[in-house]
């Protein structure tokens, strides 16, 4: 049976197939691409600060993030100041902030049976869009961080309305998810507490658990995150067992038959990227206890990503109270860029999990690029012997309804998927 | 009115610029979408390529292929059958009108009824009523607007690429806080600045390009060129260009001037503007 799945940022088709009344394969297929890659090679290097973030309109500064760490990574020393590296990650956090919020309004709630909150999601990403249009000028596709630093010089006002936009959306927040001081959830270890509170996080979890499907959508219980930052570690890990030490050069992509989505694993696994998977390898105590109690499900999945909006609303005013605006925006690379020959790669967190850009620079000419997206990681479409992290997430269900509850629960990117 | 939000080739960046717009709950009261990618419609897109659905506007999102399909039906199917019912056609963004950053060189990728500057007849009988909202990502408050002109039936004047003008007929340059940096030709812009202009090294194409960027701001908050972001000319048919960070020049002169420009005159004021050493523009704004 052949299921279209719209509005994921485009579209997807799942072919399950049946044994014994339950879902015994599921097939995940995209059917166009846009070829990004091949579109970069020739270009000059800085040129692909301004095509990349085009690949996603939901995620695209995680695009351009990854693409300047990628160039700056082909240099043997570049120096730069410690103020473009915490507005950039700043702005980075801003995007993720609001990812969240549109995923929980837009794409979680009528899934649930719930009406779309188009308030919910628009209030606070507009906020987040605002904050990051402060320093970068718009939201989405800007290209303000280049190599050597950022284009925008900072003013004690721009920090003033960066806090002010995370306020705003700390108060929606409090007033909308949880209804309770965010300070005292984030101290929260126990999902029991959350589960008798009021609010929508408390409502999609109770949802999940009177619909009884609270302890669905369970995967390898394997989790990978590269992009660490001053809030995020990288690390690998089974269940609770997570271990540091993890080379990028151990990703592989493998192409796929049916689709045009390149399958993704680290060494000979796959492995599930994005909010609950950091968690897990940060120790959240709340996402602890909820794994505790339902494994990789969707319920851990969901509040894994609902509870890193406000971890990430307070650690960005923190990282702002760490600006040193006397510092450079720009530091000018001694070497220009056109005269370096290497390969490059930049590694971050994006929303849905970690993005890879790999890059070969020559001549001042791109001469290859690869880019290895968050969704491919979860939605790899493996083989019967081999399930990808969704379709082992999949299989054993009955419905295929609840099997696009699951799919969704990782906040599927077509467009990324077919960059 | 009755929208059809219809995404081809695209990154969803035009879907996800128009969230950003101010008062969207009162657009959603005044309009209502048949089919959006991202938000709840009383039709699927399976619907919409099946049956025959009222639609008064028809919005292209994306860079248009040959045998690009949407849910298994040929999108010149779909654009056809909800192009010649509707009133209006609005191509979301420059993919959709010009073709933008996913054009190849082969020439199955194109804009409506523009491949960049050359226009095509594929869609001809369609061509009087496109408006062509251009800009990578759009501004939400040119595309609604444009959709409250129609609804309230004003006339709205186009430009050669069938822009409307009222956002269209001024460049990116208008507006810009680095406006006296380029007027006094003080060519010393370095990134990482409040200061300076970067139209002379930094291939900022404000001065060239059709748009609204400084006058209605992004976010409601800036533009790139006020932060020190060149200005990309994303509004425009050869969007993108090649080498953006750089300004091309001819012996000293930049190679493209400001919209109908002629060299003699750029020469003649820059010679004048040059003359000059303007103690204010020479140090920092915030300086004693």
Known sequence: MIELIEKIEGEAKLNFSFKNKKIDFVDIEFASSRHIENILKGKNPLDALVINPRICGICGHAHLIATVQALENCYENIEISQKAKIVRELTLNFEIIQNHFKWIYLTLFPLLGFKQNIKGATYPSQLMSKAIATVGGQYPHNSYAIVGGIVSEISSTDLIKMENYLDEVIKFYQDTVINANVDDFLVCENIEKILSATGDL??????????????????FDRFISFGDNSYFKSGRGVKTKINHNINVKYVNEHPNQNSYAKNVKFKNYYYEVGALSRAMINKTPLIKDSHRRYQDSIFSRILARICEIPQLLIHSKKIISQIDLQEPSYIKPTIDISNIKGTGVGIVEAARGSLIHKVSINENTIKDYQIITPTQWNLSNGNKDDLGISQKAMVGLEDTQLAQIVFKSFDVCSVCTTH | MKLLWLNLLSCNGNVHSFLNYPHIEKFLEDFSFIYHPILETSYSLQDIVSQ????????????????????????????????????????????ASFGGIFLNDEDTKYG????????????????????????????????????????????????????????YATTVHNGCTRNEYFEYKIDNHKFGNLEGCMFYDHGCQAPYTNGSCNKILWNEVNSKTRVGHPCMGCTEPTFPKNNLFETKTNMGIPQYLPLGVPKRAYLSLAGVAKAFKIERFEKKLMDN
């Not at chain 2, 040959?66 to 199917?77: L, N, Q, R, Y």
């Open chain 1, 202 to 219: 408390p409502k999609i979890l109770n949802t999940l658990k009177n619909q009884k499907i609270a302890k669905e959508g369970k995967s």
């Open chain 2, 112 to 167: 409506l009824h523009f491949r960049q500057k050359l226009e095509h007849n594929r869609y001809k009988k369609l061509k009087n009523k496109t408006i062509n909202i251009s800009g990578c990502p759009i501004h939400p408050e040119i595309l609604v607007n444009t959709l409250y002109s129609i609804k309230k039936e004003y006339e709205l004047k186009l430009d050669q690429y069938l822009r409307p003008k009222e956002f």
């Open chain 2, 52 to 95: 025959n659905i009222d639609c008064d506007i028809l919005l292209l999102d994306g860079t248009l292929e040959d045998g690009h399909t949407k849910a298994d039906v040929d999108i010149k199917t779909i654009i056809e059958k909800y192009g010649i019912k509707a009133k209006k056609i609005i191509t979301v963004g420059t993919c």
